[in-house]
């Protein structure tokens, strides 16, 4: 092994073979098994979406209709694991809440033996129902107030934000955060998605392989990123800041990376970008355009022009947080709601890797000491 081996980053280095999705980062085209996203995000729901991912095809009425029913029953969580949400400190990012949560949430359903296929699904299915009542539940525990049930009666969207506001949402408000959901679901192999592959190889349970995938979305250059796009825009504060807020930022580190921009594989504008902001446009009215929108709009002009020479243009944060906002979504809530979709694709990832697995098993290339001497502790200067 030689330097000239060495990706940092792994860029460009196949970790897997899948079939779950596509992207093309020069088209910005992204396909959910064959499927355009945008087509996805408009005409589907979560959960058909969730089951084309994990089952390969989309499913017939009655597949669905089971589907469906399954989630709906598995949304409850025992009450031993809403006393553990509360005994969480409210001051903890809803992040790290998630991911332990996740993880607890495994030792009410032991799964140890993921060669079970009926079991595999039943635990797919608890994971997938489960994750928004546990991130609704922290989200209001810390704020001293009860958990809300789940609903059966409400699609998985609508469930989700009864559980987080008490109340049911608009038709129009469920249908955004329907099309969120779809558009987060699955994105290759990412940061996250990885980890789940990483850590579904080693054979660890469907909870502990997506509890890692939850901490890997947690970082700000991964799902993180959306909240950080929220701050960053309050902190520019009015559409006519964003020039010299961005060149004090680039005479301080000419590096600055703006939160929302670049991505790994898109060198064009993020297709769910595109429909995100779709979305906004549809939400508000030119004349009641919330403040931050409009700071978003013109710190995507201004940076297309320095930065889309190198390929840096809006990815899938730089418009969710707007959008999350102006639904009464809590920022710290954002990266939590990109991890109650991704989980339908890491867990079509861990069904996947289980298929014909091999432990991930990389090289490295040693750049430390060789022979070092042990000098006795009282030996040492
Ligand atoms: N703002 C300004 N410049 C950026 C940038 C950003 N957000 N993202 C990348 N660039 C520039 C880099 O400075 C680098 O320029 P150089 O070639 O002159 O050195 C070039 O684009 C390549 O960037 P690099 O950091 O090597 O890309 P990467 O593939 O390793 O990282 C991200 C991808 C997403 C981590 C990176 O774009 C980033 O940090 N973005 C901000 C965080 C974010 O929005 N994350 C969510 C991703 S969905």
Same mark, same amino acid.
């Given at each position: 092994m030689t330097d000239s081996d060495y990706k940092p980053g792994l860029e460009?280095?196949?970790?897997a073979k899948s079939a779950i999705s596509f992207i093309d980062g020069k088209r910005a085209q992204l396909e959910y098994r064959g499927v355009p996203v945008e087509i996805l995000a408009r005409e589907s729901c979560f959960e058909e979406t969730a089951w084309l991912l994990l089952k390969g095809d989309l499913p017939t009425q009655k597949e669905l209709a089971d589907f469906d029913a399954d989630l709906r029953e598995r949304r409850g969580i025992h009450f031993r694991l809403k006393d553990l949400i509360k005994c969480?400190?409210?001051?903890?990012h809803p992040m790290e809440a998630l991911q332990a949560t996740t993880a607890a949430l495994g030792m009410f359903h032991?799964?140890?033996?993921?060669?079970?296929a009926t079991k595999n699904w039943d635990a797919a299915c608890r994971i997938l129902a489960g994750l928004p009542t546990v991130v609704a539940a922290f989200a209001r525990t810390r704020r001293g107030e009860e958990p809300i049930d789940p609903r059966p009666d409400l699609d998985h969207a609508a469930n989700f934000y009864y559980m987080l506001f008490g109340k049911e949402p608009s038709a129009a408000t469920r249908k955004v955060l329907d099309a969120c959901l779809i558009l987060h679901a699955e994105h290759e192999m990412n940061a996250s998605t990885f980890t789940a592959r990483v850590t579904a190889s080693t054979l660890a349970s469907p909870y502990q392989t997506i509890a890692a995938a939850v901490g890997s979305l947690s970082g700000p250059l991964h799902g993180g990123a959306n909240e950080e796009v929220l701050l960053m825009l309050e902190k520019i504060g009015a559409k006519e800041n964003v020039q010299s807020w961005l060149d004090e930022k680039l005479a301080n580190d000419p590096k600055f990376k703006v939160m929302g921009l670049g991505h790994? =594989?898109?060198?064009?504008?993020d297709p769910r970008a595109t429909v995100l902001q779709e979305l906004a446009e549809h939400m508000f009215a030119e004349s009641a355009r919330p403040k931050n929108y409009e700071i978003a709009l013109e710190l995507e002009r201004i940076t297309a022009g320095i930065y889309g020479a190198k390929g840096v243009y809006p990815n899938v944060d730089f418009y969710s947080g707007v959008v999350y906002q102006s639904l009464?979504?809590?920022?710290? =809530?954002f990266t939590p709601i990109f991890a109650i979709a991704r989980v339908a694709g890491w867990l079509a990832h861990w069904l996947e890797q289980l298929n014909g697995n091999r432990i991930f098993r990389p090289a490295q290339i040693f750049v430390g000491k060789a022979d070092a001497a042990y000098v006795p502790l009282d030996k040492r200067p």
């Open positions: 460009d280095v196949p970790a969480l400190p409210s001051t903890g032991p799964h140890r033996q993921v060669t079970c790994r =594989v898109y060198k064009v504008k009464g979504i809590p920022t710290d =809530v």
